[in-house]
């Protein structure tokens, strides 16, 4: 069975960091592509960023330049690097494995505060 | 960006009702449409992807349906397990990726 299971969210000050993992199993973590989605109360769902098997990235403008995607693939690991985090930021963050622009399966989530 | 809206944003019905609802897209996503499912604590769940297909293990009463701009998911008959917030989702301008605002699916 495919299971995603996030890890590494809590609360943190504005302009602060955080590192999100995604441990992955069921599945060759290495052959697929893999996304961030992130749900707030204000924003809805909203698509994060995206990496490719061969290590491209994605990102929408609203975290581009902020966020890095990455991945391991030794550990069937994903992980988000998210810097210079703003309130906008709060969110359940999922990760979820591609499968041609679609998302399945989700993740649990992990919760991500921004706040002083 | 292509915008998706969803209606209505509630939709109050029985079960063993039938349930339509609409996703309208800002522009042409072709065919790229999804729709997932989420209960409340839970991740959204993949129904139907490219318009029309059902994914694994979704039952036969879940059909989705559009091309273009205008997308409807049908659910023939609704069982309780299915009053959940439903939200579509384009992938037409891939890697860009944008969601509907959701219709929930309450108990009447």
């Known amino acids: 069975e495919v299971h995603l299971v996030e890890s590494g969210g809590g609360l943190v000050q504005p302009g602060g960091s955080l590192r999100l993992s995604c441990a992955a199993s069921?599945?060759?973590?290495?052959?697929?592509?893999m996304h961030w989605v992130r749900q707030s109360t204000g924003k809805g769902l909203e698509w994060v960023s995206a990496?490719?098997?061969?290590?491209?990235?994605y990102y929408p403008g609203s975290v581009k330049g902020r966020f890095t995607i990455s991945r391991e693939n030794a550990k069937n690991s994903l992980y988000l690097q998210m810097n210079s985090l703003r309130a906008e930021d709060t969110a359940v963050y999922y990760c979820?494995?591609?499968?041609?622009?679609?998302?399945?399966?989700w993740g649990q989530g992990t919760l991500v505060t921004v706040s002083s | 960006e292509i915008v998706l809206t969803q209606s209505p944003a509630t939709l109050s019905l029985s079960p063993g009702e039938r349930a339509t609802l609409s996703c309208r897209a800002s522009e042409s996503v072709s065919g790229y449409l999804a729709w997932y499912q989420q209960k409340p604590g839970q991740a959204p769940r993949l129904l139907i992807y490219d318009a029309s297909n059902r994914a694994t293990g979704i039952p036969a009463r879940f059909s989705g349906s559009g091309s273009g701009t205008d997308f409807t998911l049908t659910i023939s008959s609704l069982e309780p397990e299915d009053f959940a917030v439903y939200y579509c989702?384009?992938?037409?301008?891939?890697?860009?990726?944008?969601f509907g605002p959701g219709t929930k699916v309450d108990i009447k």
């Open positions: 990496i490719g098997i061969a290590g491209d990235t």
């Open positions: 989702q384009q992938r037409s301008n891939w890697p860009s990726f944008t």
């Open positions: 979820a494995r591609d499968r041609s622009g679609w998302f399945d399966p």
């Open positions: 069921g599945f060759t973590f290495s052959s697929y592509d």
